[in-house]
Structures are given as structure tokens and as C-alpha cells.
């Protein structure tokens, strides 16, 4: 990439609640590939009392929680609810992973409370017998290599009319029966899978980054990088459990 320097701006909401599994590894496998690419970006971190200017941001990230965490975060998200909505819509980039998937959904059913969900997304989710836990490997219809990660979480979420992220090769998934994992929707990337995600996946980190770069900048192209030790990872993990 050459000429006029590009700039991204990723906020990162809530890290002091939602950080489960080195997601927060996930903002810097965004910030030092795009570094490589002399793409300069700057990460801010929102804490639950702070002001969200969602038109400074290139990409919104929002890490996994427990249930405990996702109820002390559920009051901020009624207020901050058309903001994030008008930038989903607007075709704004969101990463969303575990927790952070089930918040941007209509509403997680605990088993004695319900927490209201951001409703960026036509997904619910309800509380299950048991939890889905292992590494999950899942082929998607948009990256050629398969997308791999760890799953843990009790709720099962059901995804409606949405395309899944991707379909299911080994693992639980969406809900452990109907072979989805997560959602693509708009710019919205949404997964169960932690590890932190985007270092076992460099093909999905760099297709978050080109979405948020088209987004501001037009059609672009990424210049490739040595991913030979990421990729090893990432087969070690299909061939292991797929």
C-alpha cells in the first residue's frame, strides 16, 4: 500500500468487563497488521462511564463476559442502543465475540432473569443444559482456509434469517444442533469462538481490517505478509480436530 497514509480507529468497548480468553489479543492482532501495512491505528478503551462517539470509529470491538458481567453491562447498552444501531446500519465494522455476540442480539434468557440485548443483530439466545466447550473449526463461504477457535458458553443462540459466520466441522457452534456458527451480517462479524480469535485466523483478521478500510477509504488491497507460522497454527488445529 502506497501514498496518503491510512488511519483506523478501533474502540474497544467495556474491556474491564468483557475480556474472557485474551480477547483483547484480538485488538492487537488488528493494530499490528495493519502496522505492518503502514496503516496507522489508534485503540481506544470505553469503560461503562464513558462517552462513545460511534462516528470516530472505523471498528467496533466487544469482547466475551460471563453472564454476571453481560447483566452490569446490559443498563449502558439501553443507552448507547440507537447510536450502536445507527452505525451497524450504516455499515460500521463490529467484531463481536461469546458475550459480546449474545448482547448484540434481542435478549439472552437466563434462567431467572432475561438481559436485553442491543437488537443490532435479529438473533436471541437462551439459557441450555450443559455448556459447549472445545476447539471448534468452521468453514466459511467467503475465506478459502477454515476459521478455528475455543468455545465455552452455556447459552444457545439461534440466528433466524441470518447467514451464519460460518457452518460447523467439529464443535458445538451456535447452539450444538443446527451446524451454524456465529453470524455475518452488514459489516458485523459475530462468533462464540475466543483464542484470542484473530491471531489463530490472520484471513479473517485482514478481511475485518479491508472492510473497515473500504468503508472509509474505498476499494483497497491488503499487501500480503508472512503468515506461514499463523497458518501452521491454524492447520494443526482442522487437522487435530476435523
Not at 212 to 217: G, H, R
Request: glycine share 14%; proline share 3%.
Amino acid at each position: 500500500m502506497s501514498g496518503t497514509p491510512m488511519r483506523l480507529t478501533i474502540g474497544h468497548l467495556y474491556p474491564e468487563l468483557l475480556n474472557l480468553y485474551g480477547d483483547r489479543g484480538n485488538i492487537t492482532a488488528l493494530s499490528r497488521r495493519a502496522a505492518w501495512r503502514g496503516i496507522d491505528v489508534t485503540a481506544i478503551e470505553y469503560r461503562l462511564s464513558d462517552e462513545i462517539d460511534f462516528s470516530a470509529l472505523d471498528i467496533v470491538f466487544v469482547g466475551g463476559g460471563s453472564d454476571r458481567e453481560q447483566l452490569l453491562v446490559c443498563k449502558r447498552l439501553g443507552e448507547i442502543k440507537a447510536r450502536f444501531q445507527e452505525y451497524a446500519d450504516g455499515g460500521g465494522v463490529v467484531a463481536a465475540i461469546c458475550g459480546g455476540y449474545q448482547l448484540l442480539g434481542r435478549y439472552y434468557k437466563l434462567k431467572n432473569e432475561t438481559v436485553e440485548g442491543l437488537s443490532v443483530l435479529d438473533v436471541f439466545t437462551e439459557s441450555g443444559e450443559g455448556r459447549l466447550i472445545g476447539d471448534v473449526v468452521i468453514q466459511t463461504d467467503f475465506l478459502e482456509q477454515p476459521v478455528v477457535g475455543f468455545e465455552n458458553h452455556g447459552g444457545r443462540t439461534y440466528i433466524g434469517s441470518h447467514a451464519p459466520l460460518g457452518k460447523v466441522v467439529s464443535g458445538g457452534g451456535n447452539n450444538g444442533t443446527d451446524g451454524a456458527e456465529g453470524v455475518r451480517y452488514k459489516n458485523i462479524i459475530a462468533t462464540y469462538l475466543h483464542g484470542p480469535l484473530f491471531p489463530k485466523n490472520p484471513h479473517l483478521c485482514d478481511y475485518v481490517l479491508t472492510k473497515a478500510l473500504e468503508k472509509k477509504y474505498g476499494a483497497v488491497t491488503l499487501s500480503p505478509l508472512n503468515d506461514d507460522a499463523e497458518f501452521a497454527a491454524n492447520r494443526f488445529i482442522v487437522n487435530r480436530f476435523a
